[in-house]
């Protein structure tokens, strides 16, 4: 696999974007629920998946899921649920955005994809590993991931529009 070193700077910069939002206000925003925020930090490695591709989305996605791996152990939830959703975030933004022709269509609904994915999968993952039940995560799918879905939706088409200048689609 030939990977760019712009594609790895792209990678980095994404990824240490990631790192900052899990450790400030605008990476964790406060919600009235269990999970107690909201996230906006998965919307790099949508970014990185959009512009870099499959691989740097995942890359984007393990330094995300690296960065809150704090937040699964005081939690004490399976890391499974924190590493494969963070992971798949970039993988299925590239794949949407493929698969609809690349347009800013394409852009937003990988965007909303990549967020479910991420939301649903941590989510269902904690159920399924036990670590909470259906009835404790609804509130937060409802409200979580309603808030991640509009962030997302605004933040990444803008972005990667930007990005595309230095980073053209081929």
Known sequence: MKLQIKKLV???VLGAISIVLSVTPIGLIPVPNLSGSATTMHI???VGGIIGGPFVGALVGLFLA???MNLFFAMGVNLLACFI???LIGVVAYYIWIGL???NIGIFVSSLGATFVNTIGVLGLAVLFGNFT???ITPIIALNGTL???FSAVIV????KILQRQFPPK
């Open 10 to 12: 792209l990678a980095g």
């Open 66 to 68: 690296f960065a809150t």
């Open 101 to 103: 022709k690349k347009g």
């Open 44 to 46: 790099p490695a949508i």
């Open 134 to 136: 259906l009835q404790q």
């Open 85 to 87: 959703p963070r992971i």
């Open 148 to 150: 991640e879905l509009i």
């Open 157 to 160: 088409l803008p972005l990667v």
